[in-house]
């Protein structure tokens, strides 16, 4: 095969955030979880969001942001996911475009509408996301660009995308056309109740030896692993994998690759905002650093920075330059 073109290539929901604030007792008075997230109908979102304050919009989605990320870095990211024909749809495209995302599937002529997440924010910085999926749950197989698929050399899956049926048939299909062209295929299990929906599938993955690498925080591991420790969990998880990564919120991230084991801190922060997209960003930093053969404590340090940087402000996206504060990790 030729050199990859790309550096990662996202697969995942197509999401417009609506993004704004909330006080606990609006949590509690909406029957909301804080910090939770669920999934909702068109009817559910249209009446969270006439009760909401004033927010803001930005295309999002997990894989969108970890893409995003990659950009900010300077790294060459591609992003496949499905949106409708729709006044927001246009909007996802040109702002994940304008970020410097390569993003070539076309849009849905038929079905719902693309979809969109209300993310509210509490003071201590939590977010608690409530997600219509829309035009993005109905991405086919057949939208692919098997050549964009080959172009890449780490083709990234997000776990929210598992859920419905269709995009999962796809996924598969996108992790058959990396692995036949030998290239490295990772994937995030994204939430809890991902894996408590799909623990048997997705251990099937690891056990197919279709994923290289993984990436969990410690709540998500212990599930997938069925035990409540930690290094039990890492001793389960890791020999199925060519490179685990998990991350420990301001306990830091740990990484291990075969015999190799790298552990770091948390980035220090000035205040924490907001935490939606830290994992995301996480892991475009070490996708990033592993894309350009970075060693594993570098490539967990890309991902720290990446995260500490946009969790001190409303959003998923970077607001200060990446690439200056990785500085000489990305020499």
């Not at 809890?192 to 993984?214: A, E, K, P, T, Y």
């Not at 350009?292 to 409303?314: F, M, N, P």
């Amino acid at each position: 095969m030729p050199d990859p073109r790309l550096d990662v290539l996202c697969i995942g929901n197509a999401i417009v955030d609506v993004i704004g604030n909330a006080s606990d007792e609006f949590l509690s008075a909406e029957g909301l979880t804080k910090g939770s997230m669920r999934l909702i109908d068109a009817e559910e979102a249209e009446r969270l969001y006439a009760h909401m304050g004033p927010a803001h919009q930005v295309s999002g989605g997990s894989a969108g942001n970890t893409a995003a990320g990659i950009a900010a870095l300077g790294g060459r990211a591609g992003f496949i996911g499905q949106v409708a024909c729709d006044q927001l749809g246009d909007f996802y495209r040109h702002n994940l475009a304008s970020a410097g995302v390569e993003f070539i599937t076309p849009a849905a002529t038929v079905g719902e509408p693309t979809a969109r997440s209300m993310i509210l924010v509490t003071p201590d910085g939590h977010r608690t996301m409530n997600t219509f999926l829309g035009a993005a749950q109905h991405h086919p197989a057949s939208a692919l660009d098997e050549a964009q698929i080959r172009s890449a050399r780490i083709l990234y899956l997000e776990g929210y995308l598992w859920d419905p049926e269709t995009p999962r048939y796809a996924m598969v299909r996108a992790i058959e056309i990396a692995r036949e062209a030998g290239r490295k295929v990772a994937f995030t299990l994204s939430d809890m109740f991902c894996v408590d929906r799909h623990r048997s599938g997705f251990n099937q993955l690891l056990d197919d030896r279709r994923i290289d690498i993984l990436f969990a925080n410690q709540t998500e591991i212990e599930a997938l692993a069925g035990v409540a420790h930690l290094e039990t969990a890492v001793a389960e998880v890791a020999p199925r994998v060519e490179t685990l990564v998990v991350t420990r919120s301001e306990e830091g991230a740990l990484a291990a690759r075969g015999g190799e084991r790298a552990e770091i801190p948390a980035e220090a922060i000035d205040s924490l905002v907001d935490t939606t997209g830290a994992g995301d960003l996480f892991a475009a930093g070490f996708l990033l650093g592993t894309a350009r053969g970075k060693k594993l404590e570098d490539s967990l340090r890309l991902g720290a920075i990446a995260a500490a940087e946009v969790i001190q402000h409303y959003g998923a996206r970077p607001e200060n330059d990446l690439k200056a504060l990785a500085g000489a990790l990305l020499a």
